[in-house]
T-cell receptor
Framework: EAQVTQNPRYLITVTGKKLTVTCSQNMNHEYMSWYRQDPGLGLRQIYYSMNVEVTDKGDVPEGYKVSRKEKRNFPLILESPSPNQTSLYFCASGGAFNYGYTFGSGTRLTVV | DQQVKQNSPSLSVQEGRISILNCDYT??????FLWYKKYPAEGPTFLIS?????DKNEDGRFTVFLNKSAKHLSLHIVPSQPGDSAVYFCAASTGNQFYFGTGTSLTVIP
């Protein structure tokens, strides 16, 4: 089954403790992206990647890092999480010229 | 500043009638527009898209209209079905950056 898999689904952590949210897709997609969803703000793009070793900032990249060492994986790294990063995070992937991206089921992160 | 706006947080429609969801944008450089549907506890699901060179795109019960001069996008669902009840997000892109609206929660009443 074609899918985007995010882990974990839920995470509660403390301020300053480094964490990684994983994202994996099995569709051989070139494009992958991370979003956060907050009430009243919709989904906002954090980072995106056009292919292996090619990443770029989205609308709200501050406090986040990403890497794309393999085509199927695009982890989101929070080096020093803060409470304002408490949010619902989505990973998405798509083909080079296909804008109908497939989203993962989301990761709800709480930073206390 | 929100570049893509959905000014109606919610909409209720009778089953069988037309649902019209609206979206406004501010950036004239957007070249591609999309609608996604989202159920609770799931990620958004792609519904339909339109290029800025077109003014209409149709896929079954779903039609998207684009009015570039007004910077306005709308999604028409005809006929509406109870299974269409979800949150609908419009999105716009310039290059590889995407901007989403805040969503409209559609309820289709049986």
């Amino acid at each position: 089954e074609a899918q985007v898999t995010q882990n974990p689904r839920y995470l509660i952590t403390v301020t300053g403790k480094k964490l990684t949210v994983t994202c994996s897709q099995n569709m051989n997609h070139e494009y992958m992206s991370w979003y956060r969803q907050d009430p009243g703000l919709g989904l906002r793009q954090i980072y995106y990647s056009m292919n292996v070793e090619v990443t770029d900032k989205g609308d709200v990249p501050e406090g986040y890092k990403v890497s794309r060492k393999e085509k199927r994986n695009f982890p989101l790294i929070l080096e020093s999480p803060s409470p304002n990063q408490t949010s619902l995070y989505f990973c998405a992937s798509g083909g080079a010229f296909n804008y109908g991206y497939t989203f993962g089921s989301g990761t709800r992160l709480t930073v206390v | 500043d929100q570049q893509v706006k959905q000014n109606s947080p919610s909409l209720s429609v009778q089953e069988g009638r037309i649902s019209i969801l609206n979206c406004d944008y501010t950036n004239s450089m957007f070249d591609y527009f999309l609608w996604y549907k989202k159920y609770p506890a799931e990620g958004p699901t792609f519904l339909i898209s339109i290029s800025s060179i077109k003014d209409k795109n149709e896929d079954g019960r779903f039609t998207v209209f684009l009015n570039k001069s007004a910077k306005h996008l709308s999604l028409h669902i005809v006929p509406s079905q109870p299974g269409d009840s979800a949150v609908y997000f419009c999105a716009a892109s310039t290059g590889n950056q995407f901007y989403f609206g805040t969503g409209t929660s559609l309820t289709v009443i049986p």
